[in-house]
């Protein structure tokens, strides 16, 4: 059983893991890391192993104290410190320029690497205890759901990694929002934990080149890892814009309703993201309603959209990408 309770001393044991170049998978209160050394090139590597995830796809890299920022990128513009103040610790992460310390797998050969400081006491803890900063893609299979809590980790990735801190459910239950400032001007990169409307009310107006489902993937370095395919389940889904248009009909249907849906729907499996219809709940909902539909043995999973207003905004864009498997032979 690699899954442990968070407490003292495997937070400690977690932390000898990763100084040693293993693979600890952690929560944050975005959704659950898969964490190695970001200074260990070959612990890093095991990450992408783990999670047959693409080199050109980089990892974040996680830091306990903004005090440490000196030692993975090139420092902060005054932008990039007002937003590390404002929202740091915190589900905001940022494209700064590399530090020579990054080995370049972390980075898919960037210059730039992306950095966050998570607000979540046991990640920082962890990273505190370990003493190097710890890169950390989400703890899944490369595509799949993204995991919120410890067993969804243990059923993707339990036998290829050395051990998962189990700190419960995470909080917000959706990535980072990714932001990259150019010569003073800011861009958004990824839709995520921290609505975009609540950064413009301390930097202004915001740039988007977010990809959407729709986006063709090029290979260019502006773009990295910015895949339309992304946070599937194995069940197909198709999201939909009113109930009642369904026809189902012999297969076995699950539905992800935003709210409660009407009474008497046809559907083997219903998950609600939030009975009051609030977005914080829905996103923090998310991912675990997804895993349980995907393990209930339907034929199709239908989902209802969700009005695009703030973390509406990061949950639209998981569906998209989620409903989009035509090019999952792609990579
Ligand atoms: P995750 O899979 O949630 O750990 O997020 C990693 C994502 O961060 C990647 O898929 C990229 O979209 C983004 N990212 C990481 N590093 C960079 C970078 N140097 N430049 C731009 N985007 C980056
Ligand atoms: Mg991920």
């Known amino acids: ?89 915190g589900p905001l992460t940022l494209v700064l320029p590399k530090h020579n ?87 958004l990169l990824r839709y995520g934990g921290l609505p975009i409307e609540e950064i413009e009310k301390t930097i202004g107006k915001v740039n988007r080149i977010v990809y959407t489902a729709d986006t063709k993937r090029t290979d260019t370095p502006e773009s990295p890892g910015q895949l339309t395919y992304h946070y599937s389940p194995l ?17 076995k249907a699950g539905l992800l309703a935003f709210t409660h849906p009407q009474k008497d729907l046809p559907f083997e499996k219903i998950e609600i993201l939030s009975g009051t219809g609030n977005m914080r709940e829905a996103a923090a909902n998310l991912f675990s309603c997804l895993h349980k539909l995907d393990s209930s043995n339907l034929d199709i999973i239908y989902a209802e959209k969700v009005p695009e207003e703030g973390l509406g905004k990061a949950i639209m864009d998981r569906l998209t990408k989620a409903a989009k498997k035509d090019n999952l032979n792609f990579y």
């Open 1 to 89: 059983m690699i899954e442990l309770p968070a407490n003292k001393a495997n937070i400690k044991k977690a932390a000898e893991i990763i100084k040693s170049g293993g693979l600890v998978a952690f929560p944050t209160e975005t959704v659950y890391g898969l964490g190695a050394n970001a200074f260990n090139p070959i612990a890093v590597s095991k990450i992408f192993e783990a999670k047959k995830r693409p080199f050109f796809d980089p990892l974040i890299v996680h830091i306990a104290t903004i005090s440490t920022i000196g030692e993975i990128a090139d420092g902060l513009d005054p932008i990039e410190t007002k937003l590390a103040e404002t929202f740091w610790p």
């Open 235 to 251: 069940t197909q889904l198709i999201l939909i814009d009113d109930i009642k248009s369904i026809k189902i009909e012999k297969t």
């Open 101 to 187: 310390s990054i080995p370049d797998i972390v980075t898919a050969g960037l210059p730039t690497v992306a950095v966050r400081m998570p607000a979540n006491e046991i990640a920082r803890e962890l990273i505190l205890e370990a003493g190097v900063p710890v890169a950390a893609p989400s703890a899944n299979l490369f595509g799949r759901v993204s995991p919120t809590e410890a067993r969804h980790v243990a059923n993707q990735l339990g036998k290829n990694i050395d051990m998962i801190l189990d700190g419960g459910k995470c909080e917000i239950g959706m990535e980072s929002t990714i932001l990259k400032i150019e010569d003073g001007v800011p861009f």
